[in-house]
């Protein structure tokens, strides 16, 4: 697959991707590797690529524990304790080997310790091939809610290798792919109806959905990569999904949500506001909306829930001057940002996903 490019990073690919990376090893003096992995990744993940490595520098690895509920300040302040214990200078490089939760913490870590080392991130993931790791996006969550701190700061390049996805479970493959759909929805409609038949794609034709889908993502951040008009597409479905995600998370009596389910249920909530708002398709609505279940179960929320998640709206990033800014569709592939959305119609909208 060709190598797609940024401004400040390249995204390589299987093979290609190891000669660029040990290409790079070679023309950077480097004084030190630091690769962060999971437990998942450390056990699944790391012996492959150390077997595509190619270098003389001592590596370091630094586990951190898996898992959305340990990406915080925490988990961050015990990665820079461990590379100051183990001699990391400026001139250290960190690998973040890992799906999102490694790839934006890492990349937080990297970006502020002794004010910034270079990194590179290896997404292991489909979530983090086609989002996560693509875009700059590096930061912590903040308790229960999402992304809270964090910096835009791209690492010096991806390298995404399919393989790894081998090593996923069923449920986290899914997680991805609500990401996939999403650039469907907000970008191109021919990509979007790609997915509507999933039962005869091929591990090829996922490749070539893989490439596609980072190369919208990347179209889009290069157009806008500090998110002040069109970066703020990539937030379609996130502003429920992200609120539902967090609550569920800080609920010991609801079982966690993956990121891509969480980002499911918003979608088609969204959805729904945007044909009450903007006169969306009912039929696309109600096709989307089947899409979306064909693929991940439906989940239980209760009338008695709505109020909290609502509240937990306050928090998303995209709000300016005390509103919250929704991402809506006026048909597929043509988005519209900034748009207000009364509480009502959020009721509505939560009862429209329940029916």
């Not at 157009?223 to 800080?250: C, M, Q, V, W």
Request: proline letters at 2%; a negative charge.
């Amino acid at each position: 697959m060709i190598s797609i490019t940024n401004d400040t990073y390249t995204v390589h690919f299987n093979t290609n991707g190891y000669d660029k990376l040990n290409n790079y090893l070679k023309d950077n003096r480097f004084s030190k590797i630091f690769i962060i992995v999971d437990n998942n990744t450390h056990s699944h993940c790391l012996p492959h690529f150390l077997s595509h490595l190619e270098t003389n520098l001592e590596c370091e690895i630094i586990e951190i524990e898996a898992g959305e509920a340990h990406k915080n300040i925490e988990t961050c302040v015990g990665v820079w304790s461990a590379l100051s214990d183990l001699g990391a200078d400026r001139k250290a490089l960190i690998i973040n080997l890992g799906g999102g939760v490694v790839t934006d913490l890492g990349g937080f870590v990297a970006c502020t310790f002794k004010r910034g080392l270079k990194y590179i991130n290896v997404p292991t993931s489909l979530l983090a091939m086609v989002d996560a790791s693509v875009g700059g996006k590096t930061g912590v969550d903040l308790g229960a809610l999402k992304n809270q701190v964090g910096v835009i700061s791209s690492g010096d390049m991806v390298v995404i290798d399919t393989s790894f996805l081998d090593t996923l479970p069923q449920n986290h493959l899914k997680s991805g792919l609500a990401e996939m759909l999403k650039h469907g929805l907000i970008y191109d409609k021919s990509y979007w109806n790609k997915f509507l038949d999933l039962n005869i794609l091929t591990l090829i034709d996922l490749d070539g959905l893989i490439h596609e889908s980072v190369q919208i993502k990347n179209t889009i951040v290069t157009e806008d990569p500090y998110e002040n008009g069109l970066r703020k597409t990539l937030n379609f479905g996130h502003t429920l999904g992200h609120a539902i995600e967090s609550y569920f998370l800080s609920q010991s009596d609801k079982e966690e949500l993956l990121h891509g389910e969480a980002i499911a249920i918003g979608m088609i909530m969204e959805t729904y506001i945007s044909s009450e708002l903007l006169g969306f398709p009912k039929d696309d609505l109600e096709a989307i909306k089947q899409a979306f279940l064909k693929i991940f179960d439906k989940v239980t929320i209760d009338s008695s829930d709505y109020g909290a998640i609502i509240d937990l709206l306050k928090y998303d990033k995209k709000n300016e001057h005390g509103n919250i800014n929704f991402v809506l569709l006026e048909q597929i592939g043509k988005p519209k940002i900034d748009c207000l959305v009364e509480h009502e119609l959020l009721v509505r909208a939560f009862e429209y996903y329940k029916s």
